[in-house]
């Protein structure tokens, strides 16, 4: 069963092949059996998940259930969950429990799909490769030696893993499609403004946006137009209609134009990942699809720019952990000065001090126009290549991540792990959706094509990977982990 699409469960839930609770079950033995060496949950929600399961199966028999009631999910530990702890990774929330639901988790229990916890990531969704964790790294399950990438880990392993056929990300920078590339699955990361923020704890709120990691397109298809849509409690969420993604996946690639970024090919990318994505590109050119080279000129400028924005956002984002109303306090403080230092002290990761620093720094008088502004003012440019490239081609293609998923420990550089965001960073800063396909491998380790749109094409960017998954089978790949077991 864990080798299963989305779709395929969901079609053999309808059958009564099997049901809500013995999917569910055997799940919760999968990750039972194969977590403690993955560390891709923090938190596993097995007797609700049961007790759930069995709800949807009741739905089900009585002719209630919609077509995602009893699949089985896992949820980024960065979405608010009523009763289950929310801990961002992080020290500071490693007992906080949510009074709501964030909005996509609402939408997901009233699709009637079961939660089976929450999963590892990088402390308050800061880093490449799921390392910066409170609770550990996560392991790649293609090699336990590499890491799964950041700073969804948890997700992107549990679902290359098969201990859930899918699960939600977030992505400021990348964090979906990086781990989904180092992983072997499929993540997209929706237009901003496409998925609620509601109860997502916020990192960097101008760039942060939820979407699905899954096996397919198909399957990413199915939970973005689950989880899309206007909310009234998310003021950026935009009051657009959304489409039905399922339905549109099966468009022609018929004189598609295909941009290449030069500067997605230059220095830095490793062969190997290069010789895979050409050869994807090679498969939509045999589809029909016409290529050309583009240029993205400020390309340069994404990382400075968004290592600026990002820090300078979270900075006061994460201001409100003092240990005053909720999260991590310290012991005995013996004033209110005392009661701040020493909580922030012990509750925050060193990743995550660091961007407080410098992003206090840069929004700091006489250094705010100088940092900041400047980096707002790149960042319409990296928006206006984008809308320029757009003018000419449909959709872009290259690489997620310039390398393959590199062994753990071995970016100790922060400067280094930052680098990694070269390809997926821009998106953010320019708000459009991205999508990361599985396209081959380096050695041992998955390789991921990288498919960008206009603002809200989502359904071409899921289409356009549907179609290459209807011709390849990269994303029917499995690793050797947890292959003995049922
Ligand atoms: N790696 C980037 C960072 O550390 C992106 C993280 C993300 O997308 N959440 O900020």
Same mark, same amino acid.
């Given at each position: 069963?864990?080798?299963?699409?989305?779709?395929?469960?969901?079609?053999?839930?309808?059958?009564?092949?099997?049901?809500?609770?013995?999917?569910?079950?055997?799940?919760?033995?999968?990750?039972?059996?194969?977590?403690?060496?993955?560390?891709?949950?923090?938190?596993?929600?097995?007797?609700?998940?049961?007790?759930?399961?069995?709800?949807?199966?009741?739905?089900?028999?009585?002719?209630?259930?919609?077509?995602?009631?009893?699949?089985?999910?896992?949820?980024?530990?960065?979405?608010?969950?009523?009763?289950?702890?929310?801990?961002?990774g992080?020290?500071?929330?490693?007992?906080?429990?949510?009074?709501?639901?964030?909005?996509?988790?609402?939408?997901?229990?009233?699709?009637?799909?079961?939660?089976?916890?929450?999963?590892?990531?990088d402390e308050f969704a800061m880093g490449s490769?799921?390392?910066n964790?409170?609770?550990?790294?996560?392991?790649?399950?293609?090699?336990?030696?590499?890491?799964?990438?950041g700073s969804?880990?948890?997700?992107?392993?549990?679902?290359?893993? !098969?201990? *859930?056929?899918?699960?939600?990300?977030? #992505?400021t920078g @990348?964090s979906?499609?990086?781990? =989904? /590339?180092? %992983?072997?699955?499929?993540?997209?990361?929706?237009?901003?403004?496409?998925?609620?923020?509601? !109860?997502? *704890?916020?990192y960097a709120?101008?760039? #942060?946006?939820? @979407?699905?990691?899954?096996?397919? =397109? /198909?399957? %990413?298809?199915?939970?973005?137009?689950?989880?899309?849509?206007?909310?009234?409690?998310?003021?950026?969420? *935009?009051?657009?209609?959304?489409?039905?993604?399922?339905?549109?996946?099966?468009?022609?690639? =018929?004189?598609?134009?295909?941009?290449?970024?030069?500067?997605?090919?230059?220095?830095?990318?490793?062969?190997?990942?290069?010789?895979?994505?050409?050869?994807?590109?090679?498969?939509?050119?045999?589809?029909?699809?016409?290529?050309?080279?583009?240029?993205?000129?400020?390309?340069?400028?994404?990382?400075?720019?968004?290592?600026?924005?990002a820090p300078?956002?979270a900075?006061?984002?994460?201001?409100?952990?003092?240990?005053?109303?909720?999260?991590?306090?310290?012991?005995?403080?013996?004033?209110?000065?005392?009661?701040?230092?020493?909580?922030?002290?012990?509750?925050?990761g060193?990743e995550v001090?660091r961007r407080?620093?410098?992003?206090?720094?840069?929004?700091?008088?006489?250094?705010?126009?100088?940092?900041?502004?400047?980096?707002?003012?790149?960042?319409?440019?990296?928006?206006?290549?984008?809308?320029?490239?757009?003018?000419?081609?449909?959709?872009?293609?290259?690489?997620?991540?310039?390398?393959?998923?590199?062994?753990?420990?071995?970016?100790?550089?922060?400067?280094?792990?930052?680098?990694?965001?070269?390809?997926?960073?821009?998106?953010?800063?320019?708000?459009?959706?991205?999508?990361?396909?599985?396209?081959?491998?380096?050695?041992?380790?998955?390789?991921?094509?990288?498919?960008?749109?206009?603002?809200?094409?989502?359904?071409?960017?899921?289409?356009?990977?549907?179609?290459?998954?209807?011709?390849?089978?990269?994303?029917?790949?499995?690793?050797?982990?947890?292959?003995?077991?049922?």
């Amino acid at each position: 069963m864990h080798d299963k699409t989305l779709t395929e469960l969901a079609a053999g839930l309808q059958a009564g092949e099997f049901s809500s609770r013995e999917l569910c079950q055997a799940a919760l033995e999968r990750i039972e059996h194969l977590d403690g060496e993955l560390n891709s949950f923090i938190t596993v929600t097995a007797e609700q998940a049961l007790a759930n399961a069995d709800a949807a199966d009741r739905a089900r028999e009585a002719g209630d259930a919609g077509p995602l009631a009893g699949l089985p999910l896992a949820l980024k530990d960065i979405f608010c969950t009523q009763g289950v702890r929310t801990s961002c990774g992080s020290k500071m929330l490693d007992d906080f429990v949510s009074p709501y639901d964030a909005t996509v988790v609402e939408k997901l229990r009233q699709a009637g799909t079961i939660n089976l916890g929450k999963t590892n990531m990088d402390e308050f969704a800061m880093g490449s490769s799921n390392e910066n964790s409170f609770y550990g790294p996560v392991k790649n399950p293609w090699d336990l030696s590499a890491v799964p990438g950041g700073s969804s880990g948890g997700s992107a392993a549990a679902v290359a893993a !098969g201990l *859930v056929p899918a699960a939600l990300g977030t #992505d400021t920078g @990348g964090s979906i499609r990086q781990p =989904a /590339a180092f %992983c072997g699955i499929t993540g997209l990361k929706p237009t901003y403004g496409r998925v609620s923020r509601y !109860g997502m *704890v916020a990192y960097a709120s101008s760039l #942060d946006q939820g @979407g699905p990691m899954a096996r397919t =397109a /198909a399957d %990413c298809a199915l939970l973005l137009e689950t989880i899309a849509g206007h909310d009234v409690r998310d003021s950026t969420s *935009v009051a657009r209609v959304v489409p039905d993604y399922s339905a549109e996946l099966d468009t022609s690639l =018929a004189g598609l134009k295909i941009g290449l970024p030069k500067e997605y090919f230059g220095d830095g990318l490793d062969p190997e990942v290069e010789t895979a994505v050409r050869e994807a590109i090679k498969v939509y050119e045999s589809l029909g699809a016409k290529v050309c080279e583009v240029s993205l000129p400020h390309t340069h400028l994404a990382i400075p720019a968004y290592y600026v924005i990002a820090p300078a956002e979270a900075s006061s984002n994460l201001s409100r952990y003092d240990g005053v109303r909720f999260g991590h306090r310290c012991e005995d403080p013996t004033d209110l000065e005392d009661l701040y230092k020493r909580t922030r002290a012990e509750g925050f990761g060193e990743e995550v001090k660091r961007r407080i620093l410098i992003g206090t720094h840069t929004l700091s008088e006489g250094f705010f126009d100088a940092y900041y502004l400047k980096a707002q003012q790149v960042r319409r440019l990296i928006r206006q290549d984008f809308l320029d490239a757009f003018d000419e081609v449909d959709v872009l293609m290259g690489p997620t991540a310039p390398t393959p998923a590199f062994d753990l420990g071995a970016q100790k550089d922060p400067v280094s792990m930052y680098l990694q965001d070269i390809y997926t960073i821009a998106v953010n800063l320019a708000g459009i959706p991205g999508i990361s396909v599985p396209a081959g491998f380096a050695g041992k380790r998955p390789v991921g094509l990288q498919v960008l749109a206009p603002h809200f094409a989502e359904a071409q960017l899921l289409g356009v990977a549907h179609q290459f998954q209807q011709a390849t089978d990269w994303h029917l790949k499995r690793p050797a982990f947890g292959k003995e077991m049922a």
